[in-house]
DNA sequence: CCTCTGATGTCAGTTACTGCCATCACTATA
DNA sequence: TATAGTGATGGCAGTAACTGACATCAGAGG
């Protein structure tokens, strides 16, 4: 006999993404979440630092997959090359699970809390990237400038690929947004 | 005989920028900088939303003043070289109050709760550039990434010019990082 | 059979924030 | 001059996010 049902953390997780859906991310209480798990309010915190966070577990793999993916670009790569390579395998990870990514992007889209989690996530993905060039010799202030201008390529994409019908791949997007970018500097 | 010492706002500003410099964002609680001001909790959530927006009331002047000089630009000029006249602008305005930024930077940085406001605040100016840009004109995606860049160029050259002891004019900064992103898109 | 461990429950406490109503110097108007 | 607002504040009760301290108890290992 089992003392607790299994993957308390699963269930918390699944529980709140279905109520944030439902009622919205304000309207519901952490109390509510614990009991649609059949846990206690106190169990949530002790799997999740905060109610937010439960949207953002995801964050640390991607991260760890950008690090590897520039880290392990060919030697010849350029900054923005490696950087490219990473969002390119980013977008495959993503690519998997699109209906619940625009599920769950329509929930932070309408959380002023929930976007401002999601921004330093992304603030915290541009500096990983920096730091990772930097491995690969790059100098400052070119590796920082490069993580931010990656990520905010990568925003870009990731909106236009959620937001649109049948989009195909999100990779187009990025490499789209890399074009229109080399335009936006030329052009003099 | 006057009821109320005149200015409560200003009166709870500083104090609270004192404290957080003194104790940390964590550690001050809102009735500490009401009683500091000589006024009661409830007027502080009066005069600002959050614990936190104290120290971002000059945001909505900045947004305006990039909006305001983006269209004002020549139309002669690119996209990013309206965009770049807005920092120039933005970089003169933060350059009368060095002393200030650096310490409402050094408070923002000790804080991750404080980090993620004003990341959202970037956010926001990033799209009030993006939103000028397209009454110029600009067709999106030129429009956002173009904001997002842009702002990605003032993150950078202001924590540069925050950190370094003598760094003269920010704008210099400003015209750097855009050398360098020429060089990052350029290099292939 | 015993002990230890790890995941959970319980409970009390702090603090950010909100709604509601009271207060009262000052102002405009009859 | 009397009266009826008005606007900034105080007071107070309430909600909900989080935290710390301690209790519980099935199962693992000896």
Request: glycine share 6%; proline share 3%; net charge negative.
């Amino acid at each position: 006999m089992v003392r607790w049902e299994p993957d308390s953390r699963g269930r918390l997780a699944q529980a709140a993404m279905a109520l944030y859906g439902e009622q919205g991310f304000d309207r519901t209480t952490v109390a509510e979440i614990a009991e649609r798990a059949g846990l206690t309010e106190r169990t949530f915190f002790r799997h999740f630092t905060d109610k937010r966070e439960v949207l953002f577990w995801g964050a640390q793999a991607l991260q760890e997959l950008l690090v590897k993916t520039v880290i392990g670009a060919p030697a010849s790569a350029t900054p923005l090359e490696a950087a490219t390579l990473a969002l390119e395998a980013a977008g495959d990870l993503f690519g998997q699970r699109r209906e619940f990514s625009i599920q769950r992007q329509h929930i932070i889209d309408a959380s002023t809390e929930l976007q401002e989690r999601e921004l330093i996530k992304l603030a915290s993905l541009a500096e990983a990237l920096a730091s990772a060039l930097r491995e690969r010799g790059v100098k400052d202030p070119t590796a920082g400038l490069t993580g931010e201008v990656a990520i905010a390529i990568f925003k870009i994409s990731f909106d236009r690929w959620v937001s649109e019908p049948d989009p195909g791949e999100m990779n187009t997007f990025v490499r789209e947004s890399l074009e229109q970018l080399r335009g936006i500097t030329a052009a003099q």
